[in-house]
């Protein structure tokens, strides 16, 4: 079986690639751009997709960490399908598709609180807790 962990540098590789710029200088700047984008630190986002390689809750053999990170830019900055398909470089087909069953997957974890609705027109996040006691000590959400 192939191992599908990732590490921060990583995660904070494919962030750069997304948004399409380097978070460089100083630490507490890349940390602060990447939270400003995704709404989390690297360190909570690579926990997140390393949880659901552990638990093999990823939605589909081709889901990538960018999926993830393009899930959880989606919830920081709700924007339109359109607009956000535009950002990461994809179709919003595809951005709909994966973002959603990146969301479903992240909502079966157990360190995750999640409430959707769905209505005929269009998708509503509602609530998104991400509980993350036994990180606290390391990470603040903030």
């Given at each position: 079986m192939?191992?599908?962990?990732?590490?921060?540098?990583a995660i904070t590789s494919i962030a750069e690639s997304i948004v399409g710029h380097g978070c460089s200088g100083r630490v507490a700047w890349q940390l602060r751009m990447f939270k400003a984008h995704f709404g989390v630190s690297p360190f909570i986002a690579t926990c997140l997709w390393n949880h659901m390689v552990d638990e093999r809750t990823l939605p589909?053999?081709?889901?990538?960490?960018?999926?993830?990170?393009?899930?959880?830019?989606?919830?920081?900055?709700?924007?339109?399908?359109?607009?956000?398909?535009?950002?990461?470089?994809?179709?919003?087909k595809t951005f709909r598709q994966r973002v959603w069953d990146m969301l479903r997957s992240i909502a079966t974890l157990d360190l995750v609180r999640f409430a959707i609705s769905r209505s005929v027109s269009q998708s509503h996040v509602f609530l998104l807790k991400l509980h993350f006691s036994f990180f606290h000590h390391t990470d603040h959400l903030g």
């Open positions: 192939v191992n599908r962990s990732i590490n921060e540098a589909v053999m081709e889901a990538r960490p960018t999926h993830l990170l393009w899930a959880l830019m989606f919830i920081k900055l709700y924007s339109t399908e359109a607009a956000m398909s535009r950002i990461c470089g994809t179709t919003a």
